[in-house]
């Protein structure tokens, strides 16, 4: 008795069966995944304005260049991860879907959006002049952004090297808004930075022990694949709690009220409910941790801050 040959694999650099739709370049760059890091920009916005004493005006400026420099950044660094993984995420069951390997997009178009989005990236530093810091930094910036793609190939501690790209969000808004100021305002900025690479490395950890076994099979570098799962998940609780006590640090040296102080409270227990719906036999609700709480901590943190703003002024 024979059996049937298996279905022929996609190859990653076939063209797109269809045109691309605006909802596929969104998913594409998981868009959705802008709740990340575009929130601690906006909080370090809030507080550098405060610094500053900005008005109105320059408010609204610097409004619209950290968000077009953060969203043309992302787009970048996400198109180009998909395109240099393509194969990668062709290999791998649970990634083969995505938009390369399908066919939805082609690799030819993925550069060029690439491209278009890296120089989109500086041209929108230029909304600050004449503070110059932005668009001076914005080419090393752009280079570590693009250059996590690569960094699992050689490196487990390519979680951090993302978490690292996603801190420079909080300096960089706050070092465009107050330019040479920031070298005395910018403490806070500091300490978000710092919440950031602990809370990201560690829910990327978590998020990566899917792909343990995968990685180790392809050669590939991650935490999970280098130390096991249960090391990986025990590590990542380590960041979210270093995390916490950055998170309380942020509290004290931006002088923030009640407000602020609960909202860190309910994240301290937002992150161990994280680690509570994951267990090193058990990973099937990674999605949750990865994506509802995470977007809760980001989104809420800003909810928190800017309300604590608002009634401290209220107060004052």
Request: hydrophobic share 55%; aromatic share 12%; glycine share 8%.
């Amino acid at each position: 008795m024979t059996t049937a040959p298996p279905p022929p694999v996609l190859r990653p650099d076939a063209p797109p069966a269809r045109r691309a739709t605006v909802a596929d370049w969104l998913g594409l760059i998981r868009f959705s995944h802008t709740v990340f890091a575009l929130p601690f920009a906006l909080m370090a916005a809030l507080l550098a304005w405060r610094a500053t004493d900005a008005g109105p005006t320059k408010i609204g400026w610097d409004l619209l260049g950290v968000t077009l420099c953060m969203a043309t950044a992302r787009a970048a660094a996400m198109a180009f991860n998909r395109l240099v993984d393509r194969r990668i995420d062709a290999a791998n069951p649970r990634t083969a879907s995505r938009h390369l390997p399908a066919g939805i997009v082609s690799p030819t178009s993925a550069a060029l959006f690439t491209l278009i989005c890296s120089v989109g990236f500086v041209a929108s530093t230029l909304l600050f002049l004449p503070n110059r810091w932005p668009l001076y930094l914005s080419l090393p910036v752009l280079a570590w952004l693009l250059g996590y793609s690569l960094a699992k190939r050689w490196t487990w501690l390519c979680h951090w090297w993302l978490s690292a790209a996603l801190a420079l969000a909080p300096i960089a808004a706050w070092l465009a808004i107050a330019g040479d100021a920031f070298w005395q305002t910018g403490t806070p900025a500091l300490w978000l930075a710092a919440v950031v690479l602990l809370w990201v490395g560690g829910f990327d950890i978590l998020y990566s022990c899917q792909d343990a076994d995968f990685d180790c099979e392809a050669g590939l570098n991650s935490v999970p694949a280098r130390f096991g799962v249960p090391t990986a998940l025990k590590i990542a609780a380590a960041g979210h709690l270093l995390c916490g006590l950055c998170l309380f640090g942020l509290w004290f040296s931006a002088d923030l009220g009640g407000v602020f102080l609960a909202g860190v409270i309910g994240v301290c227990g937002l992150l161990i409910y994280e680690h509570a719906l994951v267990k090193p036999h058990d990973l099937s609700r990674v999605g949750a941790a990865f994506f509802t709480v995470n977007a809760i901590i980001s989104l809420g943190l800003l909810a928190v801050l800017g309300a604590d703003l608002a009634a401290t002024r209220f107060v004052g």
